[in-house]
């Protein structure tokens, strides 16, 4: 089959990369194009491919062998493993230029020249040299009262105005492609993706996300990401997200800021809302007081079964959380009445929906205390097998939850998501490195 000499980049997005031998690398999730270069063609220097690992890296154009509708395959199954970097005089096609604004000279559409029109697609074509370079741009009108808006346009790069590192640099430019790639992924590979952005668009685009989206992906992101996020949202805006995240999520964030400026966010958050995380914060973060969860799944004695796996079956609760549902004295809410026992979910599971929960509790489960350090959690979690555990009081109140995940949490380094466990050498890329070795998946 004859290779694609040409294609447009939204058409790349989501398309299996595969070695020479048909096997699978991963997915392709942008296109890395060249913007230092004013008055000549834009170069596409390479792919922003998505390993089955979740992990984002840079594959260089030369390595493409052919595009075909369903596939992009490469000259070899030997891939670089360093995590994508964007250098500043090159963008993402989807991720930054796409929904961006610029203006034509096309002498086919007069009526369009200066006015300002939306970037909808770009095409790259391949030269006699195998470099891949930017051919066409699709653009659309975005002013109301003309007469081609709406129609979108295909005009040559050399008619295209205001497509450049400073225009990618202003403000407003439009986020739908990008939100619509990010539509599909989680929230870890969203994270991941907004930090590869250039500050001034992942901003735009975490603004344009919703409350409960935007609060999923910044728990997923260093501390200092979190911050420089909500620093750029309104402060109403701010307290919105901090709500929609999880209380010890917020609670960690919070004993990273100055003082003053954790209160100013913890006053604007709901009361309700707010309590849970002031709870947390009294303390230690390295203790289990510090890393549970204060609203795990909690039920009274009376309650059902049925009653007690509608509770697991909640989609916002984790599989580590689901794993069991605490049984208390009245109140429910942390701090709770006497602790009573916990019931296994997978206990519910064989039990007839109406049985009462208090008949079936294991009223022996092992409990940690508030003030228990990492160390000794740890080795709690190895010895009982468990994935979810209760904190409780000397009052035998149930205080929260410590699960797994946030064990896991509070033991990495702080910085683990920023770090690169299997990168070899400088963090950001480079073609002519990346030509020369290549790491062995």
């Avoid at 979108?152 to 990618?168: A, C, M, P, S, Y």
């Avoid at 009245?330 to 701090?335: I, L």
């Amino acid at each position: 089959m004859t290779p694609t000499l040409k294609v447009y980049v939204a058409r790349l997005v989501g398309l299996a990369v595969l070695g020479p031998d048909g096997e699978s690398i991963g997915r392709v999730r942008d296109v890395v194009i060249s913007m230092h270069m004013p008055g000549r063609q834009p170069r596409a220097l390479g792919l922003a491919v998505e390993l089955t690992t979740r992990r984002r890296i840079f594959v260089p154009m030369l390595r493409v062998t052919s595009i075909e509708p369903d596939a992009v395959t490469l000259t070899t199954g030997h891939v670089n493993l360093r995590r994508l970097r964007v250098r500043p005089n090159e963008a993402l096609a989807v991720g930054q230029i796409l929904d961006t604004t610029a203006r034509t000279d096309d002498p086919d559409y007069p009526e369009l020249h200066g006015v300002d029109l939306a970037v909808v697609d770009i095409a790259i074509e391949q030269t006699r040299t195998r470099d891949w370079v930017v051919g066409r741009v699709a653009l659309r009108a975005v002013r109301k009262g003309l007469r081609r808006r709406g129609q979108t346009i295909v005009v040559q790069w050399r008619h295209v105005r205001g497509l450049n590192r400073l225009e990618l640099a202003r403000p407003g430019q439009g986020v739908q492609m990008a939100l619509a790639q990010f539509e599909e992924m989680r929230a870890p590979d969203v994270a991941n993706a907004l930090r590869e952005l250039p500050v001034k668009r992942r901003d735009e685009i975490a603004a344009a996300l919703d409350n409960e989206r935007l609060a999923d992906v910044l728990q997923e992101m260093p501390t200092d990401d979190q911050t420089a996020i909500l620093s750029s949202l309104p402060p109403a805006r701010a307290a919105d997200v901090l709500e929609a995240m999880d209380p010890d999520d917020v609670a960690d964030l919070m004993g990273e800021l100055p003082d003053a400026e954790a209160e100013a966010l913890l006053a604007r958050m709901d009361p309700e809302e707010s309590e849970s995380v002031r709870r947390l914060l009294q303390h230690s973060p390295d203790t289990a007081g510090g890393v549970m969860t204060p609203e795990p799944l909690i039920v009274t004695a009376n309650a059902t079964v049925s009653e007690a796996l509608a509770r697991v079956r909640d989609p916002d609760v984790n599989s580590a959380s689901a794993s069991m549902v605490f049984v208390v004295r009245p109140p429910t809410n942390t701090p709770t009445g006497t602790f009573l026992g916990a019931v296994h979910t997978q206990r519910l599971l064989r039990e007839p929906p109406a049985n009462l929960v208090g008949g079936i509790l294991d009223a022996e489960i092992p409990r940690l205390a508030a003030d228990a350090p990492l160390e000794k959690m740890t080795r709690f979690f190895a010895t009982y097998n468990l994935v979810c555990a209760p904190v409780i009081d000397d009052d035998d109140h149930l205080l929260g939850a410590v699960v797994v995940d946030d064990l896991l949490d509070a033991m990495l380094p702080r910085d683990w998501r920023e770090t690169d466990p299997d990168a070899d050498g400088p963090a950001d890329h480079h073609p002519a490195d990346l030509q020369s070795h290549g790491v062995t998946r």
